[in-house]
């Protein structure tokens, strides 16, 4: 079989291309612009590295070509990156998705699966969020998703196999950018942990479980379903900065501070749907953590 990976050089990408290449009758090609990662798979074998854009329409076309599956990750993938460049968001997670799509039409693949994100549903009346809550993003990266999954859905009908999966708040060896490698680089710092939003609540969910769901979507036919990929526990963002402190012995202070505008409050998977179809079973939410902070601080 051979896959392609968009984005397949970043965090989520890179964890899933070495799950990938388990299976010895797998080959991978990935597709990257490098935009916010090294390439880190030069010289492996069964590994096709191209850089590129998926902005870019003749590179997802010579990506595409002799393709059996596209694992599309390749994203603009901050809420506050999308907020500091909604230029940037727009061109990459919606246009670029069509791109891809599109290039998935016309070269015959076999099946693709796009990455959402829990950021479609915006600020939620309740907890757990099912899959059936109503889209109504709070963000720029949110609304950008979101416009993606339409077009998924209309490529779904018109009889491409399509697959989504919405992550919750994905954490692991190798991620940047976001809360945990955040306040793991200020305890080791002395620096404050700073915490936006009091009460804050949100779904932590283990890469490997991820990749193992998205792995998992390749054989399983979801019928047009979209699935929540989360721990389905909250995590608040004061018990995460305690254990984050006691883990790595800093001396560091946790302070609040305002809540930010784009940012959802509270948020937990329901997950029951992808128990049921994939046999998803998770690990709890916050059980690899030392394995990160172990990672981190080496």
């Known amino acids: 079989m051979r896959v392609l990976v968009t984005g397949g050089a970043g965090f989520i990408g890179s964890h899933l291309v070495q799950k990938l290449l388990r299976e010895p009758t797998v080959t991978v090609r990935i597709?990257?612009?490098?935009?916010?990662?090294?390439?880190?798979?030069?010289?492996?074998p069964r590994v096709e590295f191209l850089q590129g854009d998926i902005r870019d329409r003749q590179a997802v076309h010579?990506?595409?070509?002799?393709?059996?599956?596209?694992?599309?990750?390749?994203?603009?993938?901050?809420?506050?990156?999308?907020?500091?460049?909604?230029?940037?968001?727009?061109?990459?997670?919606?246009?670029?998705?069509?791109?891809?799509?599109?290039?998935?039409?016309e070269c015959g693949v076999r099946k693709v699966i796009f990455t959402s994100s829990r950021e479609?549903?915006?600020?939620?009346?309740?907890?757990?969020?099912?899959?059936?809550?109503?889209?109504?993003?709070?963000?720029?990266?949110?609304?950008s998703k979101a416009a993606g999954e339409l077009y998924c859905r209309l490529f779904a009908e018109s009889g491409m196999d399509v697959e989504v999966l919405r992550l919750a708040n994905v954490y692991g060896p190798g991620d940047s950018e976001r809360v945990i490698p955040l306040f793991l680089a200020n305890a080791l710092n002395g620096l404050p942990l700073v915490i936006h939003g009091e009460n804050k609540i949100l779904d932590f969910v283990w890469i490997g479980d991820v990749v193992d769901a998205l792995v998992s979507v390749q054989t399983v036919p979801l019928s047009g379903q979209t699935l929540?990929?989360?721990?389905?526990?909250?995590?608040?963002l004061l018990d995460l900065a305690q254990q984050i402190l006691r883990l790595t012995r800093s001396s560091s202070v946790i302070q609040s501070a305002g809540a930010r505008k784009a940012e959802v409050d509270r948020f937990v998977a329901d997950i029951r749907l992808a128990e049921n179809l994939l046999d998803y079973c998770p690990s709890r939410a916050m059980a690899h953590l030392p394995e990160v902070v172990a990672v981190f601080t080496r």
Not at 228 to 236: A, K, M
């Open 31 to 44: 597709l990257d612009n490098l935009h916010r990662c090294c390439n880190g798979f030069a010289g492996v």
């Open 62 to 105: 010579a990506a595409t070509d002799g393709i059996d599956v596209i694992y599309h990750l390749a994203a603009q993938s901050t809420v506050l990156g999308a907020v500091k460049d909604i230029d940037y968001s727009f061109t990459t997670n919606v246009a670029g998705t069509l791109e891809v799509l599109s290039a998935a039409c």
């Open 228 to 236: 929540n990929i989360g721990s389905g526990e909250g995590t608040s």
């Open 120 to 143: 479609v549903y915006g600020q939620t009346a309740s907890l757990p969020v099912p899959e059936s809550a109503p889209l109504s993003p709070k963000n720029a990266y949110g609304t």
